[in-house]
């Protein structure tokens, strides 16, 4: 099955992660931990006044704080590409960090 994951930043091409060639999907638990880490690690806050922090809200938010450079490093960018595609549940994803927006 094929699997990808598009981010696209303002004025950039789009960084396009295939996983076509990974040998297991990354475990749900194991996912949700990655995504918290990135989270914590890179100082983001949740897009939402309320606080409430839904996944794709936390997709969104750690692709914006990565930024283009973190995606240059393709270990880290794989890595993401796994926690989401699990984590959301679809093998493909397109991320509009421009537009805070996650489509499938």
């Given at each position: 099955m094929r699997s990808e994951v598009t981010v696209t930043f303002k004025s950039q091409p789009p960084v396009r992660i295939e996983l076509h060639d990974q040998p297991e999907p990354m475990p749900p638990e194991a996912a949700r931990r990655w995504l918290d880490e990135q989270f914590t690690q890179m100082g983001c806050e949740?897009?939402?006044p309320t606080g409430k922090l839904l996944t794709a809200d936390k997709v969104v938010v750690v692709a914006e704080a990565a930024g283009p450079e973190k995606f240059a490093d393709a270990q880290w960018a794989q890595a993401f590409?796994?926690?989401?595609?699990?984590?959301l549940g679809r093998p493909m994803v397109n991320i509009d960090v421009t537009a805070l927006s996650i489509s499938y």
């Amino acid at each position: 099955m094929r699997s990808e994951v598009t981010v696209t930043f303002k004025s950039q091409p789009p960084v396009r992660i295939e996983l076509h060639d990974q040998p297991e999907p990354m475990p749900p638990e194991a996912a949700r931990r990655w995504l918290d880490e990135q989270f914590t690690q890179m100082g983001c806050e949740p897009l939402r006044p309320t606080g409430k922090l839904l996944t794709a809200d936390k997709v969104v938010v750690v692709a914006e704080a990565a930024g283009p450079e973190k995606f240059a490093d393709a270990q880290w960018a794989q890595a993401f590409a796994r926690a989401v595609t699990t984590a959301l549940g679809r093998p493909m994803v397109n991320i509009d960090v421009t537009a805070l927006s996650i489509s499938y």
